[in-house]
T-cell receptor, first 114, second 114 residues
C-alpha cells in the first residue's frame, strides 16, 4: 500500500475553510485516495474518496493534483464538531480474492477554534 | 449513524478469559472487516469476511478468531486474554469488496482486560 504523509496537527478558526494536505508521492494509477476522520474514540467516519478527478459531497471537497502525488481535503466552513483526527489513506484496487483493507497511518489532528 | 451496529459497547474482563464481540453490518452489505485500535499501535486491520467466507487476514493473533454467519452478522472471539488486548475493536462493512467500495464503521467495542 502506498504511504501517505500528513502534518501532525493543524488549527483552524470556526467558520473558515480548513484545507488538509496529504502527500502520496508513490501512489499508483489504480489506487484511490480515501479520507476518514475519527472524533475522539468514535468509529472512523467516511468523508470522501477519489481516483483522479476532484470530488465534492455534502461534507467536503477533495482536490487531487494532476500528477496524483498529493491531495487536499477541504472542509468549506469548519465547525467545532469538525475537531477530529483526519486520516488520508491510499487504497489499492485489487481484483477479487485480494484484500480491500484500509491501512491507517497516524493521521492529522485538526482543532477548530472558536 | 453509519448503520453498522456493535455490541457490547463496553466490556471489562480478566486476563485469561474469553469474550465475543458482535457486529451487524449495514443492510445489504456482504463484506465485514474487523480492526483493532490500541494506544500504541493505532488502527490495525485484523480480518475480513465476504459473504460468509474469510477473505483476508491481517495482524490477527492466533488467540483471536472470527466468523460471519448466514445472516451476515459477524463475531470476533478473543480468548486467553492478556492485558495488551485492551483496545477499541471496530467493525466495518461494505457492499461488496473492492477498493472503490466504501467501508462504514460501527461505534466500536471498548475492551478492558484487568
Amino acid at each position: 500500500d502506498a504511504k501517505t504523509t500528513q502534518p501532525t496537527s493543524m488549527d483552524c478558526a470556526e467558520g473558515r475553510a480548513a484545507n488538509l494536505p496529504c502527500n502520496h508521492s508513490t501512489i499508483s494509477g489504480n489506487e484511490y485516495v480515501y479520507w476518514y476522520r475519527q472524533i475522539h474514540s468514535q468509529g472512523p467516519q467516511y468523508i470522501i474518496h477519489g481516483l483522479k478527478n476532484n470530488e465534492t459531497n455534502e461534507m467536503a471537497s477533495l482536490i487531487i493534483t494532476e500528477d496524483r502525488k498529493s491531495s487536499t481535503l477541504i472542509l468549506p466552513h469548519a465547525t467545532l464538531r469538525d475537531t477530529a483526527v483526519y486520516y488520508c489513506i491510499v487504497r489499492v484496487a485489487v481484483t477479487q480474492g485480494g484484500s480491500e483493507k484500509l491501512v491507517f497511518g497516524k493521521g492529522m489532528k485538526l482543532t477548530v477554534n472558536p | 449513524d453509519s448503520g453498522v451496529t456493535q455490541t457490547p459497547k463496553h466490556l471489562i474482563t480478566a486476563t485469561g478469559q474469553r469474550v465475543t464481540l458482535r457486529c451487524s453490518p449495514r443492510s445489504g452489505d456482504l463484506s465485514v472487516y474487523w480492526y483493532q485500535q490500541s494506544l500504541d499501535q493505532g488502527l490495525q486491520f485484523l480480518i475480513q469476511y465476504y459473504n460468509g467466507e474469510e477473505r483476508a487476514k491481517g495482524n490477527i493473533l492466533e488467540r483471536f478468531s472470527a466468523q460471519q454467519f448466514p445472516d451476515l452478522h459477524s463475531e470476533l472471539n478473543l480468548s486467553s486474554l492478556e492485558l495488551g488486548d485492551s483496545a477499541l475493536y471496530f467493525c466495518a462493512s461494505s457492499v461488496v469488496a473492492t477498493a472503490s467500495d466504501t467501508q462504514y464503521f460501527g461505534p466500536g467495542t471498548r475492551l478492558t482486560v484487568l
